[in-house]
């Protein structure tokens, strides 16, 4: 019966995430459009247009679906599925409730920041597969993006598995019901500082959102998509953000725990959201930085600040006498 | 240009890339032909015409009294400062006489305009900097905003928000109320405090900074050289302006500066126009409050336009439009229709600067400095 009770929670945990996916949509419209200064969706369903996303999916159905004559035709259908399917993976094995994740892995941090990176594969697949100029310059950002940013992310995060000794995602949140490793003097702030700004550099979410900088490379890697395939880039790009949202919650912010009158899976959510929302704000305040910028950001500030807060977590759980 | 022909080196893994016309951050419908290596331009070459329209050919089949609302459309973000070049040389070609008031009363049209323009080009700049999906259009939606109570203020005063129609040959079209004068001063208080805002959300902020400081530099003989005009000369450091230089309408009158910059990068741009902003609004305040009484036009527009005959003659008048020196050259033949027009247009000389300065940008330094030089390619193309 164990496979039967697995098949079942992934099936809800899908139908979450995809139903948040499709609403983060709506929630970035409304809240940058009160941003600047507008209001956003509103006619489509009665309450500040709520039905926006279904009618947006719907249109993107009866869309027409072009595949270009000299793109790579295989990898070019190809890389919308390799960047959803990685993308809702990671959903699998964020804990929701007292070690309850649909796949409960002694590795399930590393494995999560596997299938995170998997899904950018995607993102260099389209833009090689389309044979558009603007969309190999876009892969081939993504690709030294990728490349810098892994770093300062995997060192960052490496903290409170250092502090935890553990990779398993259920034992890092436990190891935070007292204090979520956010509070953690010094290191925790610094540790999620660094992370944040490598996960919008990962995410490319502005200010670092250079892959697809449409001012420069118009529509960047999914130029050349249209319809469905292109429904899916844009529901993989939040699919993704929204599992990065998840981990951050989970690893930095104490994850399922919180004050009892709230259900744990409630407070996760809401600690995603809140992610979220500050990756919006950031999102919507700031120009966007040269490929040039951003790489020296990565390499001469956060790379070192990251190493040396590892070590400085290393120190600590060596001087409190081992982890945990 | 010395390689004007030149083919890209695929041995050296160098990409031709065709930005535009169709292209979000080109402003219109400019084309760039960009050589690249990696993301660093080799050589960059404008290619126009895809918005000309003969408007200089058409005036010669029209009368001079049909004319004026046709260049509006040119240079489509500060439509005046068109028709205000336009009959500014007409007047002086056939010696027409404007009455104080409606000399004052242009003006202060042409300044809420050239506000609103470099409302336009800091949203626009916004957008090149930003993008369509990020902070960018956050600094557009504030700049239309403030726009957005100009262009009402010109529904108000003319009846139309945008190609107002206002300059006639000899006066301006419609008067000001009590009232509206108050409204002009309220507007201009609103557009200085404004500013701190918009420079709040740019360059206030290390991201734009890093964007625009060192970026597109135009040397004070370059700019002289290659002939680019307005808020971009003055960023390299040369004094010039028609408003002061070879003044017109109301500005002798007028105590207002010439803000200028020595850096000539997309900063010192910036920096410019804002100031712009600051002293068109100050001047705003000073034509209201100076206004002088009387007639606002000497001749009334007549209904039939082969009325208005202007003897053999020819003129070349500029006015200082939002983006520059606007130039309206003339050749009369003694008819009611003008034998030929040749119009200098600000951002036609401004674009020429491009194939100067782009090698060795990278391809997102390019946008921000074209955003920076602010072309309008109805004014390029014409």
């Known amino acids: 019966m164990n496979w039967l009770l697995t098949l079942l929670l992934s099936i809800a945990v899908l139908g979450v995430a995809m139903t948040c996916v499709a609403y983060l949509t709506w929630l970035e419209r409304k809240i940058a459009a009160r941003m600047q200064n507008r209001i956003g969706p509103f006619w489509v369903g009665y309450p500040h247009g709520w039905l926006q996303p279904l009618a947006d999916v719907a249109k993107l159905i009866i869309k027409e679906d072009i595949t270009p004559k000299n793109a790579d035709r295989v990898l070019f259908n190809l890389a919308p599925v390799m960047m959803v399917v990685p993308s809702l993976i990671g959903f699998a094995f964020i804990p929701f409730a007292a070690g309850l994740a649909v796949v409960d892995h002694p590795y399930s941090f590393l494995l999560f920041l596997a299938f995170a990176s998997l899904a950018l594969l995607g993102v260099f697949a389209a833009g090689w597969s389309s044979n558009n100029k603007y969309a190999l310059i876009s892969s081939l950002r993504m690709v030294a993006m990728a490349v810098s940013y892994e770093i300062p992310l995997l060192l960052s995060l490496l903290v409170p598995a250092v502090l935890v000794g553990s990779f398993r995602l259920t034992e890092i949140v436990e190891a935070q019901q007292g204090m979520p490793f956010i509070l953690y003097p010094g290191i925790g702030q610094v540790a999620f500082v660094v992370f944040f700004i490598a996960m919008l550099a990962e995410l490319n979410k502005a200010p670092f959102d250079l892959v697809e900088a449409e001012s420069e490379l118009v529509a960047a890697y999914n130029v050349e998509y249209t319809g469905m395939k292109f429904a899916l880039f844009y529901a993989g790009e939040y699919a993704h953000t929204f599992a990065v949202c998840g981990l951050a919650a989970t690893v930095f912010l104490g994850g399922y725990n919180g004050p009892a009158f709230l259900p744990g899976a409630v407070w996760l959510l809401l600690k995603m959201v809140g992610i979220f929302v500050l990756i919006l704000w950031i999102r919507w305040s700031f120009m966007r930085v040269r490929i040039d910028q951003a790489l020296m950001i990565n390499w001469k500030i956060l790379f070192p600040i990251a190493l040396l807060n590892l070590v400085a977590a290393a120190w600590w759980v060596v001087r409190s006498g081992g982890a945990g | ?382």
């Open chain 2, 1 to 382: 240009m010395t390689e004007e022909i030149r083919v890209v080196d695929r041995e050296l893994g160098e990409l031709a890339l065709n930005m535009g016309p169709q292209h979000p951050s080109t402003h219109g419908v400019l084309h760039l032909k960009v050589h690249l290596r990696g993301e660093t331009v080799v050589k960059a070459i404008p290619g126009i015409g895809y918005l000309h329209r003969g408007v200089e050919k058409l005036s010669e089949n029209l009368a001079y009294e049909q004319l004026a609302p046709i260049f509006e459309r040119n240079d489509y973000l500060g439509p005046t400062a068109n028709s205000l070049g336009y009959v500014v040389a007409v007047e002086r070609l056939g010696g027409f006489e404007v009455p104080r008031r409606g000399a004052w009363l242009r003006t202060l049209v042409a300044e809420l305009q050239r506000i609103a323009s470099h409302l336009v080009w800091l949203g626009t700049l916004g957008l090149d900097l930003g993008g369509a999906l990020g902070g960018g259009t956050t600094l557009y939606m504030y700049c239309f905003r403030e726009r957005e109570k100009i262009l009402d203020y010109m529904e108000e005063l003319t009846g139309t928000r945008f190609h107002t129609n206002f300059n006639l040959i000899g006066g301006a079209r419609y008067d000001i109320t009590p009232e509206l004068a108050a409204k002009a001063v309220d507007l201009a208080n609103q557009m200085e405090a404004c500013l701190g805002e918009m420079r709040n959300m740019t360059s206030a902020t290390a991201m734009f900074r890093g964007r625009v400081e060192g970026i597109g530099v135009i040397p004070r003989d370059l700019a002289l050289s290659v002939g680019v005009t307005g808020p971009v000369l003055r960023a390299s450091g040369v004094k010039f302006d028609v408003r002061k230089d070879a003044p017109y309408d109301a500005y002798p009158d007028l105590q207002f500066d010439i803000p200028t910059r020595t850096e000539g990068d997309a900063l010192a741009r910036f920096e410019v126009r804002m100031d712009e902003i600051a002293e068109s609004a100050k001047l705003v305040r000073q034509l209201v409050e100076g206004l002088p009484d009387g007639p606002i036009f000497t001749r009334k527009p007549i209904k039939n336009p082969k009325g208005l005959k202007v003897k053999p003659n020819e003129v070349y008048a500029a006015v200082e439009s939002p983006r520059g020196e606007l130039g309206f050259y003339i050749v009369a033949d003694g008819t009611f229709k003008p034998y030929r027009l040749k119009i200098n247009a600000p951002s036609f000389c401004n674009l020429q600067v491009i194939p100067h300065i782009a090698p060795g940008l990278l391809l997102a330094d390019v946008i921000a400095t074209l955003g920076s030089l602010d072309p309008v390619l109805g004014d390029v193309d014409r």
